[in-house]
């Protein structure tokens, strides 16, 4: 397959008869260079195909989710390619968080655009991952408007505002132990802070307890969670979402796991039937 | 599950309805702490299950593995245990490569028992992989006896070696990217010429190709290898390994294939592959 104009590809590995496939290229939106991986899957040779785009949680990059998930094998069995992006602006000329905690700032973008400076400049995170690096991706690659999105931790958190945030623009929806409510958790009233000020209403508008009291939409939510999960109680707060989801009507299955925790073990265990739930949309 | 009597649990992780876990141990036979991960399935809460040795490539600890290849999916359907070593000797006592080299020393013990100093004192990787962990595991975790080998480059090389040089031990066995002939390759040049000596002779009981050709057990072997591995043609050589069980009536069957390199993308791809290659042998 030849470069895609624009992209600069910086790996690129035969998997599953598909490729996985890395990308480093000049984002206007963030004012920085940003590396994402695709999965291709082997159909994406013959024809257009729909995407998971893949949010990942606090700390990762575009790596951890493909190295670590296991779900290149459905993908490649459904015909589905699946998007990951970094979880932050980078560089060096990109503030990072002022102590160097790992939850704020580099490898922490929270997806959203922040409106507080000077994290404003380059975090507009949200503003990345719905609209320009989808644009670049349907127009150089192999992959059509069939969107689907998901994420795990605080990429679940910017899965379920993205979609909530931008009906029609995404076919399906689901995620992995998210930070459902995060103006009401520590790692989200940090990051909020911060990035958008001390206003409460600005708050609203990037929680997915508050957007789907209000949400346009109805997509049905596949949201699976670990028991063991030790951020379960005060980062996470999957009951927040339920009751959010039962008060609006929004259609909601929330899977509580015994014994399993945060990890990659976890993702792993539960990618397929993620897989499977936009694939159901995507591929219909 | 209770903790195994002698090992420390460092880590549990529920993954696909069984548990990743991973302990710390005293080794007799290395002088020193050593870690392992095991992979039990969800049937051994009930039964003893056989287990699948997988032997790690160059810098690789017991993490890779676990982590990428994405082999528990199927392990826990077929009630098949996955155990998981260290590639070397570690710690502040044990000595590593004189220059600091990623190619020797800790985490390249290349499964051999060393000869020379300093080396000789710790790096016995060869029985801790064959006698030492087997027997700790199969008295202390719900694990038996029917043993499978399989590994990864230096690992691959490492599951040949141990199988060929162990009839009876082991019930199963094949390799992925192996480095099919070290005694002809930089690599295992390197590394022979330290652990071992000059002695050509002892280089000999080492090397896959020679073992092959004097075997009194022949296990059908299954290799897969990438076309595009940058290893292939100066430290893999498969076509040695496909010489010497061809001269010697050696069951071989070698897979190559096009496009792949030598990352866990290739090892994820065809991985299920060898798990059924073993359970066909372990579970009959």
Chains 1, 2 share one sequence.
Not at 63 to 88: C, H, Y
Not at 141 to 158: F, K, T, Y
Request: with cysteine; glycine share 8%; charged share 20%.
């Amino acid at each position: 397959m030849p470069l895609a104009v624009g992209f600069e590809e910086i790996a690129a590995n035969r998997c599953f008869a598909g490729w996985h496939r890395r990308y480093r290229h000049r984002s206007a939106t963030l004012r920085c260079d940003m590396v994402f991986a695709v999965y291709l899957p082997p159909q994406a040779d013959q024809r257009r195909v729909p995407a998971l785009y893949w949010l990942s949680g606090l700390t990762c990059s575009d790596e951890n989710f493909m190295q670590k998930a296991g779900a290149m094998r459905l993908a490649a069995t459904l015909g589905l390619a699946i998007v990951v992006p970094d979880t932050s602006p980078r560089g060096a000329g990109v503030p990072g968080d002022p102590d160097g905690a790992w939850d704020f700032g580099h490898g922490a973008g929270f997806y959203l655009n922040a409106t507080q400076e000077p994290w404003a400049a380059h975090y507009q995170m949200h503003d990345y991952v719905v609209h320009e690096l989808p644009a670049l991706i349907e127009e150089a690659l192999p992959i059509d408007a069939r969107r689907g999105i998901c994420g795990h931790s605080m990429g679940g958190h910017g899965a379920l505002v993205c979609a909530l945030r931008n009906p029609g623009r995404y076919l399906s929806l689901s995620a992995m132990a998210p930070i459902s409510h995060p103006l009401a958790s520590p790692w989200g009233e940090k990051a909020f802070l911060r990035y958008l000020g001390e206003d409460l209403a600005a708050w609203r508008a990037w929680d997915a307890c508050e957007l789907i009291a209000v949400a346009r939409e109805r997509l049905p939510l596949l949201v699976d969670q670990g028991e063991a999960d030790p951020f379960l109680a005060a980062q996470l707060r999957p009951e927040t979402l339920r009751q959010a989801c039962a008060a609006a009507g929004h259609p909601l299955t929330l899977r509580l796991h015994p014994g399993y925790d945060h990890s990659y073990y976890f993702i792993a265990t539960f990618i397929e039937d993620h897989l499977r739930h936009h694939a159901a949309v995507l591929l219909a």
